[in-house]
């Protein structure tokens, strides 16, 4: 008979089921839990509708490119004084002002949409606010989840399992998104999203959260911004997570402002189509952060990120290739499964490693990674689609993906060498070896 627990650093964790789902037994976490899923089945509808609305009114490449860059380009400039603040400040009450503000930017784009009063203009414009509310939500968002937890054996675990929230809304936001597009236009969306912030705000609102002893480090906050850089980019194992996470979402993660060219003109369908894909990466994805939450502890798992990366740019190269749309799906599958390890694996790795008076700003600097880098990839990609096609993008930026991943596979034995939490890159067999 298998055990109900095993022991890890003196630590009972639980193994099955109980062992997937532990981080829930910490009240401020499930709270979290259960209003983010519904405010999450909102934002996926919200994204599909955006780009779909886009594409409609313009028929440009190049302006899904422009909306993308707007959403996020905050991220790039702005996150990195928002880990400063989540160090400094209370993560509770800021999270609370940053998920007031998204539900209002829902709002006005649904009342532009459905008074039929809406232009490109605004999409973009309410696209950048958005991206400045995200800058500061995502840096202390991904370090509150620290704080929620009663065990902090719990953290990877999480993680994973907000993840799989993130995947399994992936799933319903875009399918319902498209069923409502194609009936009564993309307004309902944006308005559905609006009304489903309330659930996040009141499960933040009904938190008990412990004070947290919050750093009021002398300087400036410029000063504990140079701190941070120095900090991070000064440890290699940090450094190296950051670059192949940049790397990744400059060439590869902008796929999703060419979906529409791809459900439409290369595929020969519509807003369904776009649902459909766009649910495919939401299964593989969802599969990926199941297989980070049953996982018992980091070990290992810097290794497994090289491997997530390349699989996904490999997912992406043969999902260009593809004409068929079951092709696609089944491709999209791999693709999300790869996407979602690598970017859910390296939040992981990032708070397990990092100090926890910088957890804040290595964590911007996480998001600065996969949303800053974002805008600069959704630029180039709907410019150079415009060009060459949206095939020759997916090849491209899936082969730098790939190519990404086997370079931070080298790196991974100087990782080894450098980190004082050595477990994350090593198999349980290497760890033995290196402690003997």
């Not at 440009?60 to 380009?73: M, Q």
């Not at 939450?293 to 260009?320: H, N, Q």
Request: proline fraction near 4%; charge should be positive; include cysteine.
């Amino acid at each position: 008979m298998a055990p109900e627990s095993i022991t890890t650093n003196g630590t009972n964790i639980p193994t099955g089921i109980k062992g997937i789902f532990r981080a829930l037994k910490s009240r401020n976490f499930r709270l979290f839990f259960g209003g983010q899923g519904i405010s999450l089945i909102g934002t996926w509808m919200q994204m599909v509708a955006q780009s779909w609305l886009v594409y409609r009114l313009t028929g440009s490449p190049t302006l899904l490119g422009v909306v993308g860059f707007a959403a996020n380009i905050p991220s790039f400039v702005l996150a990195p004084f928002a880990g400063v603040l989540a160090d400094r400040f209370n993560r509770h009450r800021m999270l609370v002002i940053t998920q007031v503000l998204s539900m209002i930017q829902a709002l006005l784009l649904a009342f532009l949409v459905l008074s039929d009063l809406v232009a490109v203009w605004h999409i973009i414009a309410l696209a950048l606010f958005l991206g400045i509310i995200n800058a500061f939500d995502m840096p202390i968002r991904q370090s509150f989840i620290f704080d929620m937890i009663d065990r902090k054996e719990d953290l990877g675990n999480a993680i994973a399992l907000n993840s799989s929230l993130v995947q399994s809304s992936r799933l319903i936001g875009p399918s319902i998104a498209g069923i409502l597009i194609a009936i009564v236009g993309e307004g309902v969306c944006f308005l559905v999203n609006g009304l489903s912030f309330i659930a996040v705000i009141a499960a933040l609102l009904a938190m008990k959260v412990q004070p947290r002893a919050v750093s009021r480090a002398s300087g400036s906050a410029l000063h504990g911004l140079k701190e941070g850089f120095r900090y991070a980019f000064g440890n290699t194992p940090i450094r190296s997570i950051l670059i192949l996470l940049a790397l990744v979402n400059i060439v590869g993660t902008p796929y999703t402002v060419l979906m529409p060219i791809f459900a439409r003109d290369i595929l020969g369908g519509g807003p369904h189509t776009l649902g459909f894909i766009m649910t495919a990466v939401g299964i593989g994805a969802l599969v990926g952060a199941i297989f980070l939450a049953s996982r018992r502890s980091p070990r290992g798992l810097g290794k497994v990120l090289g491997w997530a990366a390349g699989i996904f740019g490999v997912g992406l190269v043969f999902f260009s290739l593809s004409r068929q749309v079951w092709l696609s799906l089944f491709v999209m599958l791999f693709t999300g499964f790869g996407m979602l390890v690598n970017l859910a694996g390296s939040n992981t790795v990032l708070q397990t490693i990092a100090d926890e008076d910088k957890r804040g700003r290595v964590m911007s600097l996480y998001t600065m990674g996969m949303r800053g880098m974002m805008p600069f990839g959704s630029l180039l990609a709907g410019s150079v689609a415009a060009a060459f096609g949206a095939p020759f993008v997916l090849l491209l930026g899936g082969a730098s993906c790939a190519v990404g991943a086997v370079i931070y596979g080298f790196s991974i034995r100087a990782m080894r060498q450098t980190s004082a939490k050595i477990e994350v890159f090593e198999t349980p067999t290497l760890l033995r070896r290196h402690r003997g």
